[in-house]
């Protein structure tokens, strides 16, 4: 079992950058796929980005493609979420996640594919 802890959130101008951290404990992170996910106010829960065990492939939202970038250092136990261009529909409480992954470089997009969850780190961005 992982236990995951978001940070990196917070308060930022729009067209400006962040980066979140997921750290990993319990379990190495490297025996996982991960992801990040948000939700905004009144809105369902949605994909933002996946990397997968091994391989370190990547995927994202179409919303966030070109924008935002995943990244792991299982040496550190942690998952990135680097956002840049940040625009004002960006903000929401994100989420990182992990999952057994049936295959070891699939990539998954889906809510119920994660079995472990962070409790979320804010991110507001001002217009």
């Known amino acids: 079992q992982v236990q995951l802890v978001e940070s990196g959130g917070g308060l930022v101008q729009a067209g400006g950058s962040l980066t979140l951290s997921c750290a990993a404990s319990?379990?190495?992170?490297?025996?996982?796929?991960m992801g990040w996910f948000r939700q905004a106010p009144g809105k369902e829960r949605e994909f933002v980005a996946t990397?997968?065990?091994?391989?370190?492939?990547?995927y994202y939202a179409d919303s966030v493609k070109g924008r935002f970038s995943i990244s792991r250092d299982n040496a550190r136990n942690t998952v990135y979420l680097q956002m840049n261009s940040l625009k004002a529909e960006d903000a929401a409480v994100y989420y990182c996640?992990?999952?057994?992954?049936?295959?070891?470089?699939?990539?998954?997009?889906?809510?119920?594919?994660?079995?472990?969850w962070g409790h979320g780190t804010q991110v507001t961005v001002s217009s």
């Open positions: 990397i997968s065990k091994i391989l370190s492939r990547t």
């Open positions: 996640a992990a999952a057994t992954p049936p295959d070891l470089a699939v990539l998954l997009t889906a809510a119920n594919e994660y079995d472990y």
């Open positions: 319990g379990r190495s992170a490297s025996s996982y796929a």
